[in-house]
Each structure stands twice: as C-alpha cells, then as structure tokens.
C-alpha cells in the first residue's frame, strides 16, 4: 500500500480517537448518531473545536519550521530555536501594557510585529556571523531566546503578569472550546501562502546566490516567509501557547525518508505535524485521567530526545 495512504489512515484514526477521549462520559457515537442533544452539544463545544485547534495549530507550526529551514539553509531552525516563539509572548505582553483591556485582535497584532521584527534581527546576526557549523545555530539561537525571554520576564515580574506568562510558555489544547479557537482559522493563510508559491520556495531552498541567477527576487520572498511565520506563531501563542522542537522534528524527519524537494515534502510534513501533536495530546489525555498534563510537556519530552538525537547524528557526519 501507498506510504501516503497508509498516513492518510493513521491521521484519521487519530483524529477519531481524539474526538472519543474526553473526560465527560456522556459523549458516546452511539448517542451521537441518536441524536441526542447533550452528545451533540459535547461534540460541538469542546471535541471537534479541540481537534481542529490540533489540526491546524501542528499542522501551521510544522510548516513554519520546514519556511525556517529554507530561509538560513539549516535543518535546526525552526520558530522555538531562532527566538521566534518568545518574541510573540513579548509582544502579547507589551499588548497588555498598551491595551489595559487588550483584545485578542490586539494581542495577535503585538504578537505578529514583535515575531516579525526579533526573526528579522536574529537573521541578520546569522548572516553577520556565518556559522561554519550547522549546530551552532540552535546553540545561538536558544542565547537570543533567552535573552528575550528574560526581557518579558523582567516585564512580566514588575508588572505582576509572570502567572499569565508561564501560561502562554504552556501549549495546552484543554481549554479550547467553541468561540475560542476560531483566530487559529489565520493559519489557513499560511497553508495557502506555501502552496501558491511552493516552486518559488524550493529554488529558494537552493541558496540565495542560486535563487537571484534564476530571477527569483530573494528579498521579497524571504520577507513574505518571516510574514507566514510571524503569523503563525503569534496566531498560536495567543490560542494554544507554545509546542516545543515540532518545527525542528517534523521537516527533518521527513527529508530523510523524502528527500529535501519542498513541494514535494510540504503535505508529508502536514500530516506527520498533526500526527505526532494528536498523539501526545491523546497521551496527555490519558495519564492521569480524568485530569490531563500539558501536552507540551510531552512534546517537549519526546522532542528534546529528538533534537539531541538530530546534533549528535550531525556532528557525527
């Protein structure tokens, strides 16, 4: 059978189990199908909006990090390794200093610009410094992460916010409900974005030097993915928080049963994003049921191993 199929079916037996595990019993499919009303109204409110959110929450931050990749031409990159992810919390924060009652609109707003703005000087560091090592990235990477992130905490700390902080640093889809995660819908952006100019980004895979021979205007390009990044992350940090190393893990995976051909691989890291983050949250469902753990602590777990795993197998090489 087809590798894709076989994906195919694994993504929807996951997404099936994801809508039966909950700790309200009253939802069954039996009762689904009879129609009854408190079946239905679980369904609606809290399990389909919840695999949604996984949906398109994995699914957006896989491809973010596979964007990363192509921008610096290293496989370590991703929002969580170049200081993306904190300098959208930094920029939720300062939406709360500005805005005393700050919207979600004006959260995403703040989020986005300060992503926007933190990726765009940490590419500029990178290029500066031109690292002969491709580890030394997520090792300089994770320096400029701390230093914004300890920027918010100070913020954080003066302003008595560090309980609002620690829960954005905390991807959880618990509290995801109806009303709650539609803003996530953003990221369908970002999916449509990478696909209208998926050649336009496999040549810019092949280096920036490469890129400008064959006409393509680099610049322009690299700015509109930090934009479909930005976006991402601030779109996620304001409904779901932070899920650690999945845009480092899943693009990497896959190059190395797929090859590095860009439009060739973007769907295959779709569904293995939304495959790994369905498990864990189904994990962090069943540990200590009928509580949950964050499933970030799974993923961060499960992709530190991974990551650590990834430098030693490149330093080997």
Request: hydrophobic letters at 55%; proline letters at 3%.
């Amino acid at each position: 059978m087809n590798k894709r199929w076989i994906g195919c079916f694994v993504t929807v037996g996951l997404v099936l189990l994801s809508l039966s595990i909950g700790s309200n019993d009253a939802f069954s499919w039996q009762a689904l199908f009879r129609g009854k009303s408190q079946a239905w109204q679980l369904f609606v409110e809290s399990r389909l909006p919840r695999t949604l959110a996984i949906v398109m929450t994995s699914g957006a931050i896989s491809l973010a990090g596979l964007l990363m990749q192509t921008i610096t031409q290293n496989p370590y990159a991703a929002p969580s390794t170049t200081g993306t992810t904190e300098a959208s919390q930094l920029g939720i924060l300062v939406s709360l200093f500005l805005f005393p009652k700050a919207t979600l609109f004006q959260k995403m707003s703040l989020a986005f610009c300060s992503a926007l703005l933190f990726t765009g000087v940490f590419l500029l560091v990178l290029r500066r410094m031109q690292f002969k090592e491709k580890w030394m990235l997520p090792l300089v990477g994770m320096i400029y992460s701390g230093i914004i992130g300890a920027l918010g905490q100070a913020l954080a700390y003066h302003f008595h916010l560090i309980q609002s902080m620690t829960s954005w640093s905390q991807g959880s889809f618990s509290m995801i409900q109806r009303n709650q995660y539609e803003w996530l819908f953003l990221t369908l952006l970002v999916f449509l974005g990478i696909w209208l100019y998926s050649e336009s980004f496999s040549i810019m895979s092949l280096g920036e030097e490469t890129s400008r021979i064959l006409g393509l205007p680099y610049a322009a390009l690299e700015s509109f993915a930090l934009a479909l990044v930005a976006l991402t992350s601030a779109v996620t940090m304001i409904t779901v928080g932070s899920l650690p190393f999945l845009g480092v893990i899943v693009p990497n995976i896959v190059r190395q049963i797929s090859g590095d051909y860009f439009k060739k691989i973007r769907l295959q890291i779709v569904f293995l994003g939304i495959n790994i983050v369905l498990f864990c949250d189904i994990l962090a469902r069943l540990v200590i049921r009928p509580y949950e753990v964050s499933v970030s602590l799974i993923l961060g777990v499960l992709g530190a191993l991974a990551f650590l795993g990834m430098i030693w197998k490149g330093a080997e090489a």
